[in-house]
Nanobody
Framework: VQLQASGGGLVQAGDSLRLSCVASGRTFSVYRMSWFRQAPGKEREFVSVISSDGGRTHYRDSVKGRFNISRDNAENMVYLQMNNLVPEDTAVYYC?????????????????WGHGTQVTVSS
């Protein structure tokens, strides 16, 4: 599966952004989908994951209550709604797909990655 993320930009603290990720292929609905992010000089970190049917989600603690992940299997899309952004959210955001069971948070569990979209939050 090929992934393409979009929707990043430069915003001010407190603003919102909605990231989108479109997947190619006819088997999108079998994949667990995640968002990761990587800030300059830091390791890639888990942000959120959604189950294949969209019924279960999981978030890193720092984004709970601010971010919401969703998916539309009919459109091969996964979204990350980001509200009340803070400068610490500044990073390149990547969508990723995993065929492994469970809601995985390790980058190694994901076989497919998009190219990333830059999110910059100014204070």
């Amino acid at each position: 599966v090929q992934l393409q993320a979009s929707g990043g930009g430069l915003v001010q603290a407190g603003d919102s952004l909605r990231l989108s990720c479109v997947a190619s292929g006819r088997t999108f609905s079998v994949y667990r989908m995640s968002w990761f992010r990587q800030a300059p000089g830091k390791e890639r970190e888990f942000v959120s994951v959604i189950s294949s049917d969209g019924g279960r989600t999981h978030y890193r603690d720092s984004v709970k209550g601010r971010f919401n992940i969703s998916r539309d299997n009919a459109e091969n899309m996964v979204y990350l709604q980001m509200n009340n952004l803070v400068p610490e959210d500044t990073a390149v955001y990547y969508c990723a797909a995993s065929s492994l069971p469970g809601l995985r948070t390790s980058p190694g569990a994901y076989s497919y990655w998009g190219h990333g979209t830059q999110v910059t939050v100014s204070s």
